[in-house]
């Protein structure tokens, strides 16, 4: 299982000049399109059979929710690192979030581990300036399961991130 999920988190990197860019891989694509097309292949056979026709429309519904919101949110997952930006492409395609922190304007960075649901710990990055506020970013799950990546890209644009003690 270990195995799965970093195969699951592993990203392809895109070397631009002096900058590093991370997209999804493809295992990633691949897992959500097979889950898919499983659900897809169950909810035939519920809507084909007598009993749980209900359930069957339920999951063509999720199937077309997926296809047409989550699936091209994860393609359009991005992380770009270059000596001067950290770049964070995340969210729906119709609705993107676009997140971008000039490195030269922080002084500080550090990794804090904060509990926000009983059953889940969130990983927070904060970036304090040299003038007014920090600012604060959730590390999504890719950000989070390829920060060694994006951490290590940080310290030698000299910014060395802090990092939170294990749990």
Partial sequence: MEFLLALYNQPRLVPAGDELILLSGWFR???WCISTAALALISWFLVRGNRGR????LGFGVCLATIGIVIPGVVGERITISPEALRIETGLWFEPIVIDYRLGDFERAYEVRRRT????TDLFLILEPREGPRRRYRMSDFFRA?????FARLAAAGL???RAPPE
Wanted: charged share 25%; aromatic share 22%; net charge positive.
């Fill in 54 to 57: 209900r359930y069957g429309w």
């Fill in 160 to 162: 060395p991130v802090e």
């Fill in 146 to 150: 390829n920060r060694e990546l994006i």
């Fill in 29 to 31: 694509l691949t897992a």
């Fill in 117 to 120: 649901h009983w059953y889940r």
